[in-house]
């Protein structure tokens, strides 16, 4: 059974910076397409950044180029991060972990995370 498992999150002062991890099980990084996407309190979900491990493609919002950056995971981790860095308030959220299949025996599977809190403030 396909899981998806978030970590990191926790409360940081405005400018520091925080790391979230998505773990997964049960299936192969390379054949999906990840995002990380969040929603604050009456906000709608929102796409923080992607990427394709495949080819290493990323992408990410406007309003965190520069201070986020998303990687796979190394010597074979299963695993996709979030880098946080110069974090603001308004980045305050529930960030999820999102893997759509990209290869073409996965294409139409969709999987998500439970979510972990971010939480910035003084």
């Known amino acids: 059974q396909v899981q998806l498992v978030e970590s990191g999150g926790g409360w940081v002062q405005p400018g520091g910076s925080l790391r979230l991890s998505c773990t997964a099980s049960a299936l192969i990084l390379t054949n999906y397409a990840w995002r990380w996407y969040r929603q604050a309190p009456g906000r709608e979900r929102e796409v923080v950044a992607s990427?394709?491990?495949?080819?290493?493609?990323?992408?990410y919002a406007d309003f965190v180029k520069g201070r986020f950056t998303i990687s796979r995971g190394s010597n074979g981790e299963n695993t996709v991060y979030l880098q946080m860095n110069s974090l603001k308030p308004e980045d305050t959220a529930v960030y999820y972990c999102n893997a759509q299949g990209s290869a073409w025996h996965t294409f139409g599977t969709d999987y998500w995370g439970n979510g972990t809190l971010v939480t910035v403030s003084s």
């Open positions: 990427i394709i491990p495949a080819g290493g493609s990323t992408n």
